[in-house]
């Protein structure tokens, strides 16, 4: 099976990334539905620490928001889903979540450089494979304005 590629475009310029389905299938289902909802659409970068992160999927823009169900108006959280090979490298595509290590939900991060003491704490479930120099390039409040599976798993 062949991880699935999502591209996401921004005001500067287009990441691609891979998405561990077949390793963090949980993580990875997550954010793929929320790509196939077109719920990062608009969205913004709301966070930038230089040398270490940017983070995004804020429906808020703040850090503080989480995706809401529509249809039951309940907060979807996913539990921490990591693995001791899948570490924080430059590229790696991460879940952003507060202190309890259950409440991932929507926003996630890509780490600017190595960042090994967050392995095993924050679930990382996926890498950048194109535009490395995007990211680096990101500012807060620049927009992810269009998010989409641009390559599906393969069985």
Do not use: W
Request: proline letters at 6%; glycine letters at 8%; hydrophobic letters at 35%.
């Amino acid at each position: 099976m062949s991880d699935p590629i999502v591209s996401i475009e921004t005001n500067k310029g287009t990441i691609k990334v891979q998405v561990f389905v077949s390793e963090v299938p949980t993580t990875a289902n997550n954010f793929l539905d929320l790509v196939n909802k077109g719920f990062y659409n608009g969205l913004t970068f709301h966070r930038v620490e230089p040398g270490f992160v940017v983070q995004g999927g804020c429906p808020r823009g703040t850090g503080t928001g989480n995706y809401v169900d529509p249809a039951t108006n309940q907060t979807r959280r996913i539990p921490l889903e990591v693995k001791p090979h899948l570490k924080h490298h430059k590229g790696a595509l991460a879940m952003a979540r507060s202190n309890d290590p259950n409440s991932a939900s929507c926003q996630f991060y890509i780490t600017l450089e190595p960042a090994h003491f967050l392995d095993m704490n924050y679930a990382v479930f996926g890498k950048v494979l194109e535009g490395q120099d995007v990211v680096d390039s990101i500012r807060v409040s620049d927009k992810m304005t269009k998010v989409s599976v641009t390559t599906p798993a393969a069985i």
